[in-house]
T-cell receptor
């Protein structure tokens, strides 16, 4: 059974640019959730995708958007990057609503300069 | 929405001693409480969880207790080992939603 894989592991972008982060869910999982983890903080919910549709969203602006593909993999897109977007972005997969816990990937460390 | 508070933010214990991390939550509708361990450079890893219909759960050296009335839950690690050193996060999920609300984390250091 494969775990959750995220790419890239590290990324440096300039303020105002756009970025796409990718996630492959664990085998057997059909739901993907994205979290932002600032340094020294707990993960903050961005949104969740289930059956290729957004299934809940946290307090993040519309410039954060996502996709889920038929194979359950997912992308997180962030437009018009700001310095405060610098963080570890975590993808977590689960079965259905995630009530049995998430399996997290190792994250993508995004630095905006 | 749910608000999860976690204490302490840092904790140092001697190898072999016990460690306790406490969390409180605000939403009485929360019914699932996982604990995650995050090592440097890695994503959080689920170590134990508890549901609202259970008061205590154990898995070898790790145990979690839940007090629904007081809205708090705790992680207990006994016979700590240096490899237990990591950041630990508690979380809560309301039965009305699908997002996990995480605490701010506890950095545990086990001194050999």
């Amino acid at each position: 059974e494969t775990g959750v894989t995220q790419s890239p592991t590290h990324l440096i972008k300039t303020r105002g640019q756009q970025v796409t982060l990718r996630c492959s869910s664990q085998s057997g999982h059909n739901t993907v959730s994205w979290y932002q983890q600032a340094l020294g903080q707990g993960p903050q919910f961005i949104f969740q995708y289930y059956r290729e549709e957004e299934n809940g969203r946290g307090n993040f602006p519309p410039r954060f958007s996502g996709l889920q593909f038929p194979n359950y993999s997912s992308e997180l897109n962030v437009n018009a990057l700001e310095l405060d977007d610098s963080a570890l972005y975590l993808c977590a997969s689960s079965w259905a609503g995630g009530e049995d816990g998430y399996t997290f990937g190792s994250g993508t460390r995004l630095t905006v300069v | 929405g749910e608000n999860v508070e976690q204490h302490p933010s840092t904790l140092s214990v001697q190898e072999g001693d016990s460690a306790v991390i406490k969390c409180t939550y605000s939403d009485s509708a929360s019914n699932y409480f996982p604990w995650y361990k995050q090592e440097l450079g890695k994503g959080p890893q689920l170590i134990i969880d508890i549901r609202s219909n259970v008061g205590e759960k154990k898995d070898q050296r790790i145990a979690v207790t839940l007090n629904k009335t007081a809205k708090h839950f705790s992680l207990h690690i006994t016979e700590t080992q240096p490899e237990d050193s990591a950041v630990y996060f508690c979380a809560a999920i309301p039965n009305t939603g699908n997002q996990f609300y995480f605490g701010t984390g506890t950095s545990l250091t086990v001194i050999p």
